[in-house]
């Protein structure tokens, strides 16, 4: 693995360490076949696990799916139930195949709106997969990019009660060290299917300089060959963090 080289001399490609991606488009998939929502989103699920092994092969470190928004409990009440279900099964079926993948599992957003079976999954789908060192899958349920910077401010403001803080020491470092995912790398690339050029409430603070790549194809179509044309478009990037790197000046000039 190389060190993170943006300067002027690295003209060696980086793939993305931190790859995101709003799985979207279920529904239209569904539509589209004249089916109800469900079988999208029971398709959208099985395009998981080759893409985990996909991300594997290209060595990247974190895949981070968002799999159901603190807005998705507005959904008609047996859709909300199907995803819960689907999740469930998900977690029942698939935790031992990721630990024998070698891949550690993290799920982040909020637990307590959820049963207290999908809860105790989700603690034990963690446990099993724990020791994994290939790579880490982080799925976000009930996440919400300002539920995120919302539990940090409080973890913080607890901190500033207790007296272990200074409220001059509050800055983006500290807020920072609270969000979910701390202890990962950012995310390099973001991507949404279905076409749609939104972030509907994903990882606000954590993609602060990713970049962004949208796909018109429906989820429960991406497949390996839709992931080599968003690394293709990353590849074409120039990744500046506000500096201005020279390499880039020269190839666009
Ligand atoms: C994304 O697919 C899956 C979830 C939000 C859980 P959608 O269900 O949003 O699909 P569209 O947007 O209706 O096509
Ligand atoms: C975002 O998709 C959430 C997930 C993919 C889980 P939505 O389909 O819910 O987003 P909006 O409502 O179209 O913005
Ligand atoms: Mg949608």
Redesign the pocket.
């Known amino acids: 693995m190389s060190g993170g080289g943006t300067g002027v001399m690295d003209h060696e490609f980086q793939g993305p360490r931190h790859i995101a991606i709003i799985?979207?488009?279920?529904?239209?998939?569904a539509?589209r076949k004249g089916l109800p929502?469900s079988s999208?989103?029971k398709a959208?699920v099985e395009r998981i696990r080759d893409l985990i092994e996909a991300c594997k092969k290209r060595h990247v470190e974190v895949l981070t799916l968002f799999?159901?928004?603190s807005e998705?409990w507005q959904r008609p009440p047996k859709e909300v139930e199907l995803?819960m279900s689907l999740f469930l099964s998900y977690l029942r079926k698939e935790a031992r195949k990721m630990q024998e993948q070698g891949v550690r599992l993290r799920v982040i957003g909020r637990r307590d709106r959820f049963s207290s079976r999908l809860q105790r999954a989700i603690v034990e789908a963690e446990e099993i997969t724990k020791d994994g060192v290939s790579g880490t899958l982080v799925i976000a349920a009930d996440y919400g990019g300002q539920w995120d910077i919302a539990q940090a401010a409080k973890a913080l403001a607890e901190e500033v009660a207790a007296g272990k803080r200074a409220p001059g020491s509050i800055n983006e470092e500290a807020l920072a060290q609270h969000m979910q995912l701390a202890d990962l790398p950012s995310v390099d690339l973001m991507i949404r299917s279905?076409g749609?050029q939104r972030i509907s409430n994903f990882m606000l603070w954590q993609c602060a300089y990713s970049e962004f790549y949208f796909t018109d194809t429906?989820?429960p179509d991406f497949d390996e060959a839709e992931l080599d044309l968003a690394l293709e478009a990353y590849r074409l990037r120039d990744r500046r963090f506000g500096g201005r790197n020279q390499t880039g000046l020269e190839v666009r000039a």
């Open positions: 799985m979207d488009g279920n529904g239209r998939w539509a929502p999208g989103h959208g799999a159901f928004s998705n995803l279905s749609e429906l989820w």
